[in-house]
């Protein structure tokens, strides 16, 4: 008689595990119903896409590897990747080392109107991206944008920010910073207050530069944080496409001047809802999958390594 | 005080430091401020005024005649379908968000890690991928021109289970225990336990999503073809080079300021909250 209630509650919990697990499975499922759907289903359907001529509208007649073809062949599209690269290398070491810098500033014990400085720099990251891209292009007109105004005004040569294939994507990654730079201020100073300030005072004890610190203690700290938004902006360089939609199309031409700031979600968007090749455009988006695919594995492979 | 003790020189060059970081956070911060301040005076001027040298930033005839503009082309519908949009696609994926990271953090199941490691990679898929062949699925659905595909699709955000699961993590298994032996019902325990504790969690996330399918521009721009359907961020790049009506930037910049302005609103009142989200996926773990 003694063993029998340690018995029973031992059915008893075995009996609450299974459903226990059953309802676990039963609350996840949602995501995994969606995802199959809306992700896994149009991807797989996508490959079969990008092996037919497809104008979105019709019948679809399989072509085999013609859109492949094609593609390698295509400047554009190679100038898309270029893009992706060039534009990611012109932003991303500015604004992660400005990030941080400003962090460590705002950081500092004697910054009065903290809240305040912190605010104006995050409050660009909820700003609807399309409406400052419009005015963005306004104040870089040549000829009437205030930003040559004020250039010509203290004796600066004036800029043609949206005409030139350079200038058109540092204008392009001026918007990019502007839009990010508190978000990733935001993240790395919530980073900087999980360091323990004691070890940047230990070292500054013992005789090292504000910049030695800097360098030597709270880089390689920071260091899963830096990953972090670095991978975030690889992403979002290869999926630009308000910053180009509002600041460099002209009529129906997206990524002026000379294609210098197309990139590859702008020219899948071109390819297929302007020309309406669809089956085209698959095949396109497969290629710029499969380079981020790689990115990604040798990015997570590095955060890995860090772990 | 300190100062006393520190010879004059240091603190000569200690002031002298501090100024030039005050002068480029001011600077800074004027960047950073003035296309808030261009995109209002434009919104306030008649077109005449926009495009002139030397450039004119206040004058006698600003008023709000843009705004009347955009009231007659029908801005007011557009702003209520935004809201209805963010407002829907939000509820639904902090449920479903909820619910699964209760899910992943609460209950032990075979196959769990597996599945969790799914949904972690599910987040480098690009939307350059899904888009096509989303679009060609929803003309099937004969989806176009509704809100379903700005909503359903996205209805279990990946970031957003992980977000809930480290979450969720940190309530004390005793509670939902004692719960459960009260005879609780699982979904009881979530409604009723869960819910209640989370509810921080909730709004921070809730902050983001809202801010993120209110910007929202590439998926509205291909899915809402009927002018009235359409939301605020289509609506200001429809009125761009516009064939007849070449000047319709001063509008632009009105419809602009009635998209930003409530976002800034909702974010000085939960900033708290809302760095607090913003932050929580990337420190921690």
Partial sequence: ?307 | MAFMTESSAIKTKTIFKRIFIYLILILIGIFMLLPFFWILITSLKPIAEVFTKPIIIFSRNMGLFNFINAIDRGVFIRLWNTFLIAFLATALRLFFCSLAGYGFAKFRFPGRNILFSVLIASMIIPFTVTLIPLYAMMVSFRWIDTILPLIIPGAASAFGIFFMRQYIRSIPDELLDAARVDGCSEFRIYARIILPIITPGLISLGLIFFMQVWNDFLLPLVILKTPENQTLPVMIASLFGLPGETNMFTVQMAISVISITPLIIIFLIFQRRFTAGITFGAVKE
């Avoid at chain 1, 679809?60 to 599209?77: A, C, M, Q, T």
């Avoid at chain 1, 009065?112 to 306004?138: Q, S, W």
């Avoid at chain 1, 302007?274 to 290629?287: D, E, G, K, L």
């Fill in chain 1, 1 to 307: 008689m003694a063993a029998s209630p340690g018995v029973l509650t031992r059915i008893g919990k075995t009996l609450r595990e299974v459903k226990k697990k059953r309802w676990g499975y039963v609350f996840i499922s949602p995501f995994y119903i969606l995802f199959a759907v809306f992700s896994v289903y149009p991807i797989l359907f996508s490959i079969y896409l990008s092996f037919t001529k497809w104008k979105g509208v019709g019948p679809k007649v399989f072509v085999g590897l013609e859109n492949y073809s094609r593609l390698f062949k295509d400047p554009i599209f190679w100038q898309s990747i270029r893009n992706g690269f060039i534009i990611f290398f012109m932003y991303v070491p500015i604004m992660t080392l400005l990030a941080l810098v400003l962090a460590v500033i705002l950081n500092a014990k004697f910054i009065r109107f903290f809240r305040l400085f912190r605010t104006i720099l995050f409050i660009p990251y909820i700003t609807t991206m399309i409406a400052v891209g419009y005015i963005f292009r306004t104040m870089m007109d040549t000829n009437y944008g205030l930003f040559n105004v004020v250039l010509t005004s203290i004796g600066l040569p004036a800029v043609p920010w949206l005409e030139n294939i350079w200038w058109a994507r540092i204008s392009i990654s001026l918007l990019i910073l502007w839009a990010w730079l508190g978000y990733n201020m935001v993240i790395m100073l919530a980073g900087l207050q999980t360091i323990p300030k004691d070890m940047v005072e230990a070292a500054t004890i013992d005789g090292a530069s504000p910049a030695q610190a800097f360098f030597r203690i709270t880089i390689p700290l920071m260091r899963p944080i830096i990953i972090f938004s670095v991978i975030l902006s690889t992403i979002g360089s290869f999926g630009l496409f308000n910053e180009v939609y509002a600041l460099t199309t002209v009529g129906y031409m997206m990524g002026t001047p000379q294609y210098a700031t197309i990139t590859p979600l702008v020219y899948v968007y071109q390819q297929a809802f302007q020309n309406f090749n669809f089956s085209y455009a698959s095949a396109v988006s497969y290629i710029y999958f499969a380079i981020i695919f790689v990115l990604a594995i040798i990015q997570f492979r590095y955060l890995g390594r860090e772990d």
